[in-house]
């Protein structure tokens, strides 16, 4: 330490010192770069897109549920192995996930430790509502098909369900306070008159069946909307579905989503209905993951 510190004093260039030490400090991957969530499997990965090349992902960090000690055996080795959503919140201080083999949790971003957890049957979507509230998309299963509200202080206790064929997205709204939920063939909105309670105010068929994904466009008043034949924009305003402009359509996206500079990130199934590689466009890349069925991919915003 003694002769590092002699080293130290001989530097008269101290901006050029500390920008040296930034720069060993701040290399590889990190957090605050342009960075997006991958989920598949029983992981949800973090990837540094800016320092990814050659079609191979920079990863920053994996959470594995199989390795989360802090979630209950069941939990661990049954109800996170398919992983289908992974939101950041609250200013990326929480990740919430869901899975189709029945659970949900909320997730602490710098440790990855887990904060609240709950069994949705077929859970294909998850959102944070006011009054820490919790809302899950429960898809097809004989005790699904529904949308259903958590309070995040008492998990596994339902304080309120309505039935939506096929739920797969719950977006929150804040701008109206309003929860929108997405099914097989329509695009619902709800008001939340109290804590413990959702009121559906208005329902929208879809352009087309099997609703995948649904999320909130940079403006904050339209959503991104997929099913089975594309994707497409509702204007939340003048409620009315068009397509994107200049997005490059196919069946089956399972995500969609865009970040601040303009540029979309999507996963289109491959097999089945998981993919490799996670896509991307304006500008266009993909990314590639072998070893993992990815279901759906998010910008870190």
Not at 14 to 30: D, E, H, N, R
Not at 114 to 133: C, G, K, M, W
Not at 273 to 299: I, N, Q
């Amino acid at each position: 330490m003694e002769m590092i510190l002699r080293k130290i004093n001989r530097i008269t260039n101290i901006p050029l010192f500390c920008a040296i030490i930034l720069g060993l400090v701040c290399c590889g991957p990190k957090e605050n770069a342009m960075s997006f969530l991958v989920c598949g499997d029983n992981k949800v990965l973090l990837v540094d897109y800016e320092q990814s090349a050659g079609g191979q992902p920079s990863i920053i960090w994996t959470w594995d549920a199989r390795e989360a000690t802090d979630l209950p055996e069941e939990y661990r080795t049954k109800k996170f192995n398919t992983m289908d959503d992974c939101k950041a919140i609250n200013d990326r201080k929480q990740l919430i996930v869901s899975s189709s083999s029945g659970g949900v949790a909320i997730l602490d971003s710098k440790d990855r430790k887990v904060q609240f957890y709950a069994t949705v049957p077929n859970a294909h979507s998850v959102e944070i509502l006011p009054n820490d509230r919790l809302v899950a998309a429960a898809s097809t299963h004989s005790e699904g098909n529904k949308i259903m509200l958590f309070d995040i202080h008492q998990p596994d206790k339902v304080l309120f369900e309505d039935s939506l064929y096929s739920a797969h997205g719950v977006v929150w709204h804040e701008g109206t306070e309003t929860l929108f939920a997405l099914g097989y063939d329509v695009l619902r909105a709800y008001k939340m008159p109290s804590p413990d309670e959702l009121e559906l105010q208005k329902e929208w068929k879809i352009p087309g069946e099997g609703g995948h994904d649904l999320q909130l466009a940079e403006d904050g008043k339209h959503f991104y909307l997929t099913e089975h034949t594309g994707a497409w924009l509702f204007d939340i305003s003048g409620e009315k579905f068009s397509k994107i402009p200049d997005f490059p359509d196919a069946e089956n996206i399972k995500s969609i989503g865009e970040t601040a500079s303009g540029q979309f990130i999507y996963t289109v199934p491959e097999e089945s209905w998981w993919t490799y590689h996670v896509s991307f466009h304006r500008p266009e890349d993909k990314l590639a993951f072998p070893e993992m069925k990815v279901y759906k991919a998010r910008w870190y915003e």
